[in-house]
Nanobody, 120 residues
Framework: QVQLVESGGGSVQAGGSLRLSCTAS?????MGWFRQAPGKEREGVAA???????TYADSVKGRFTISLDGAKNTLYLQMNSLIPEDAAMYYC?????????????????WGQGTQVIVSS
């Protein structure tokens, strides 16, 4: 059974850092992180292919880094210089097809989410 399990969320002050992890069962060509704040639409944050090609939302470029440990089948999102606007539920997503977008419709599998709170 395909499963994506996130961890690493929590509460941090603005300017701080968090690292999210997503352990995947099954093989995926493309994995990513999305986030959704209350009252807002889900948005793509970053994505990575098995060839380690990365895509970032403009709002997180230079602050967030996505990486993939193929041996552990684990996806990471290192988040630095966090700002209150980064606060949201963060979701891990994956798909068995190659991809390069940050569109929700291009990901067929989703985790349950992990909460990130950023206080000012």
């Amino acid at each position: 059974q395909v499963q994506l399990v996130e961890s690493g969320g929590g509460s941090v002050q603005a300017g701080g850092s968090l690292r999210l992890s997503c352990t995947a069962s099954g093989y995926f060509h493309y994995m990513g992180w999305f986030r959704q704040a209350p009252g807002k639409e889900r948005e793509g944050v970053a994505a990575i292919s098995r060839l380690r090609t990365t895509t970032y939302a403009d709002s997180v470029k230079g602050r967030f880094t996505i990486s993939l440990d193929g041996a552990k089948n684990t996806l990471y999102l290192q988040m630095n210089s966090l700002i209150p606007e980064d606060a949201a539920m963060y979701y891990c997503a994956a798909d068995s097809r190659p991809g390069r977008s940050l569109k929700s419709r291009d990901f067929g599998y989703w985790g349950q989410g992990t909460q990130v709170i950023v206080s000012s």
